[in-house]
């Protein structure tokens, strides 16, 4: 079985100090991105009050564009010549997300919730592009760049909810 710390041949031209470096990023990443995704589905299943439609439509749409994340992530780090770590046991004890609160079952609440777990994430993936960038891995700074993009209009649309 692999591990955390094996690599893989590639043939990619990136020193392997370096892919190492950017295998853990990646795995990291991917553990905050699979946790962002099981909330937003809690969210998803549990939301109440007058604007369950709206908000469950909505909740199912940021779940399936952090999903695509996952996966863009989770085949960087084998890329890279890494296992990527993307079971929702290897996200639990490594995401650095906060728990969703089980008692956020109301429409604003579920969104304030959601609200603090993407701004979480987008700056740690805005602290990943700066990373990868200083390796001069832009590859990887720019998938990071796409995710960065994608997070930033998720909390846009969260926000709104919150805005008058």
Known sequence: MASKTDRFKTSIDI??????????????????????????KQAHWNVKGPEFIALHKLYDDLAEEV?????????????LGGYALG????????????????????????VKALVERYANYAASTRSAIDE??????????????EVSRGIDKGLWFLEAHLQK
Request: charged residues 25%.
């Open 15 to 40: 020193p392997a100090g370096t892919r190492a470096e950017m295998i853990d990023l990646c795995n990291q990443q991917l553990a905050d991105t699979a946790d962002l995704k099981s909330q937003i």
């Open 132 to 145: 990868a960038d200083k390796s001069g891995d832009m590859t990887t700074a720019d998938l990071f760049t």
């Open 87 to 110: 079971t929702a046991r290897m996200a639990a004890a490594n995401s650095r997300l906060p728990e969703f609160p089980t008692d956020a079952t109301d429409g604003l609440d579920t």
């Open 67 to 79: 999903d695509g994340y996952v996966d863009e992530i989770a085949e960087r780090v084998t890329q």
